[in-house]
């Protein structure tokens, strides 16, 4: 079953026009990555499926769950079961661990519970009444995963969820989109540089370019095609 359609997507900023006719569908409990250079388009287009005020949708259509996007307030997308963890991670940095994660469940209408949480991340767990600015950047990213999953969402954006973290956070990121996916049923979109990690958690991928989706392909087939990484991807 289809949960999330982006067909015919253009969006830009006042500098130009960066996403030309944009397509994307994910099916419920799958882990989708989106994959593209610096500059490809790839964050202009989560932003635009959870209608942040910039860049500007010029046309085309988002739907999430029969939920038409573009006629929806981007304070209620979340309410609707779709929630994004943002490049940068933007934790409020003088609250604590437990702080930031109330302050999400105020946010929604059905909340999980902070402590059920904090089970599942036991490194959070441990540093709950810890302000988020004496965080590593890995903490942070934990946190910032966390906040949004107290929304108990269908469905999760994350935007480069590894950018700058060390190679052993990153095998922790991984293991806790699986955990997310498999064991909370929640499906992913995941934007991505390192193709690394979109090799190792997601089920297909689709490679953006200039702004335009270039191939849909299998983790078999990004794995084996060498000339598309190269390509497209640059690995």
Not at 5 to 18: N, P
Not at 74 to 82: F, V
Not at 111 to 139: H, T, W
Not at 141 to 150: D, F, K, T, Y
């Amino acid at each position: 079953m289809t949960l999330l359609e982006v067909r015919d997507l253009a969006a830009g900023y006042e500098t130009g026009q960066v996403l030309f006719g944009v397509d994307v569908t994910v099916e419920r409990d799958e882990v989708v990555s989106l994959l593209g250079r610096n500059g490809a388009g790839k964050t202009t287009t989560i932003r635009a499926i959870v209608g942040a005020d910039t860049p500007h949708v010029q046309g085309g259509s988002i739907t999430f769950d029969g939920h038409d996007l573009r006629a929806t307030r981007s304070h209620r997308i979340p309410k609707l079961g779709l929630t994004l963890v943002p490049e940068g991670r933007r934790c409020f940095e003088n609250m604590t661990v437990e702080e930031n994660l109330r302050l999400a469940a105020n946010h929604v209408t059905d909340p999980l519970a902070v402590d059920l949480i904090l089970d599942q991340f036991p490194e959070l767990a441990a540093m709950r009444d810890r302000p988020s600015k004496n965080m590593s950047g890995g903490e942070k990213q934990m946190l910032a995963i966390a906040r949004s999953l107290v929304a108990n969402p269908r469905m999760m954006l994350l935007d480069e969820p590894c950018e700058g973290l060390a190679p052993y956070i990153v095998r922790r990121i991984e293991s806790i989109i699986e955990e997310i996916s498999q064991e909370r049923d929640v499906t992913v979109l995941l934007v991505e540089q390192n193709v690394a990690v979109a090799l190792a958690v997601a089920d297909r991928h689709y490679i953006l370019d200039e702004g335009r989706i270039v191939d849909a392909v299998s983790t078999e087939r990004l794995r084996e095609d060498e000339t598309l990484r190269q390509e497209y991807l640059g690995v």
